[in-house]
């Protein structure tokens, strides 16, 4: 299908949405002004945002908006009435920065505006959660600033047209995901709703078990859900399973809280360097030491101190061999991950070194000696997985005790069992044994 079907199709499944709301809004005002939009899209954490907009499209706050008037204002709104959607965003979203309308072809962003541009975009994402907490100021300027040294800007800034390119590449859904409070805000739908050829967006919550610290915080969950594959974020939350802070850092405890969960997971990996390194396994956890695993949508980010998708394509396969002799045990990542030389990230199996070819420090394929700090692993699959998780622990826990009652009994236990009285009366016990017999009766009566 063509960008002007797709176009047209967007009008069509939009259009009574956008009418429905016309008319609530009606019925609650006098009349539907250009503030009264300002204020729909505008949010607590960027108040002025929507007069900023309304007023970089060269609009008055006190326009009247007719049905057909509030319509074409929502579709310029979320990027509608242009071919390519995110080009039209980013401008509109740094017109809003400027307080004046820009051209798309000639415009071109500083640094300084690149950064306050992210922040827009992080505190417009991050507005669809109803948690106040993830609006921490410093942890939003932190990854503005992240985010804004890992766009190829020059002192001369990055031309509007280029910063697009490297949004539809490396974080895809970040600006729809912008975009997505102004959409629920200037239409009818529900939160669970979007039209044909858009992206759903929302910021899974992060289910920690009250353990005491964690990697990935809800910047972190956006920048993720910015990149990762659609199968990775079907459950509503993210559950963590191992921390190497609270369960010990080592690769039994990883495979004793990791392995076993049949659902997309996310190995966070964060140096003393504070490099933070994110693989996406989109299979189970298991050891296998004869062929690496992972499917089509396993990934491999670094988030920190610059991001970068160090392989998202098919082909990223892990090696987990902890138990071969004469042959160093660890996990690997990679296309070939099963040694330290060859994998693009590996972890030893003390989980506290490794060694990378994706430093944020050194040309792509350099490999240099990590020192690691902490390790996570978070679950994608929801419920579900994590209850199945837990049926496999349980099953597993009731055979250990099986074999336990299956024991062997002890010397003492041997003279009145069932078992040697057979023996004896079929004479297969020799007077041997029958010495031994009469030596652990007198140590028991002892």
Not at 397 to 407: D, I, T, W
Request: proline letters at 5%; glycine letters at 8%; a negative charge.
């Amino acid at each position: 299908m063509g960008a002007s079907e797709s176009k047209a199709d967007d009008h069509v499944h939009i259009q009574p949405a956008l009418q429905l709301r016309y008319d609530r809004l009606l019925q609650d005002n006098d009349v539907v002004t250009t503030q009264t939009v300002a204020d729909l899209i505008s949010t607590q954490h960027c108040p002025g945002f929507g007069a900023a907009v309304i007023k970089s499209l060269g609009l008055e706050l006190d326009q009247v908006l007719l049905p057909g008037h509030y319509g074409k204002l929502a579709m310029k709104l979320l990027g509608l009435d242009h071919a390519h959607a995110t080009d039209n965003r980013i401008q509109l979203l740094i017109s809003s920065l400027r307080g004046e309308p820009i051209g798309l072809a000639e415009a071109t962003i500083s640094k300084t505006e690149l950064q306050a541009f992210w922040q827009l975009v992080l505190l417009l994402g991050l507005s669809v959660s109803t948690n106040d907490e993830v609006m921490k100021a410093e942890d939003i300027t932190a990854m503005a600033v992240i985010l804004t040294d890992s766009v190829p800007v020059t002192e001369a800034g990055i031309p509007l047209l280029e910063l697009s390119g490297w949004c539809q590449q490396h974080l895809p859904r970040a600006i729809s995901g912008a975009f997505k409070r102004i959409e629920l805000q200037l239409t009818a739908l529900e939160p669970d709703t979007a039209w044909p050829h858009t992206i759903e967006w929302f910021i899974p919550a992060l289910e920690t078990k009250g353990f005491t610290r964690q990697l990935v915080h809800q910047p972190q969950a956006w920048q993720l859900t910015s990149m990762l594959p659609e199968m990775y974020l079907e459950a509503d939350s993210w559950q963590l399973l191992y921390s190497s802070t609270d369960h010990g850092q080592s690769a039994n405890r990883l495979q004793h809280h990791a392995f076993q969960y049949r659902g997309p997971t996310l190995l966070v990996v964060r140096t003393l360097g504070k490099e933070v390194y994110v693989v996406a396994a989109d299979e189970e956890w298991r050891e296998d030491r004869t062929v690496p695993w992972g499917g089509p949508h396993t990934r491999l980010y670094r988030l920190a101190p610059t991001m970068a998708a160090v392989h998202q394509k098919p082909g990223l396969k892990i090696s987990s061999d902890i138990k071969t002799r004469h042959k160093e045990h660890g996990f690997g990542f990679g296309t070939e991950p099963t040694e330290p030389t060859t994998a693009m990230l590996w972890l030893n199996a003390d989980l506290s070194a490794g060694r990378c070819s994706c430093h944020s420090t050194q040309p792509k394929g350099v490999h240099v000696d990590i020192a690691i700090g902490s390790v996570e692993v978070w679950g994608c699959g929801g419920d579900q997985a994590l209850s199945g998780q837990e049926r496999e622990r349980r099953r597993d826990q009731m055979m250990v005790e099986q074999r336990q009652k299956a024991r062997r009994p002890r010397a003492s236990e041997w003279l009145d069992s069932p078992d040697r009285a057979i023996l004896d009366m079929g004479g297969a016990l020799k007077a041997e044994d029958a010495r031994i017999d009469i030596k652990h009766a007198r140590t028991g009566r002892e």
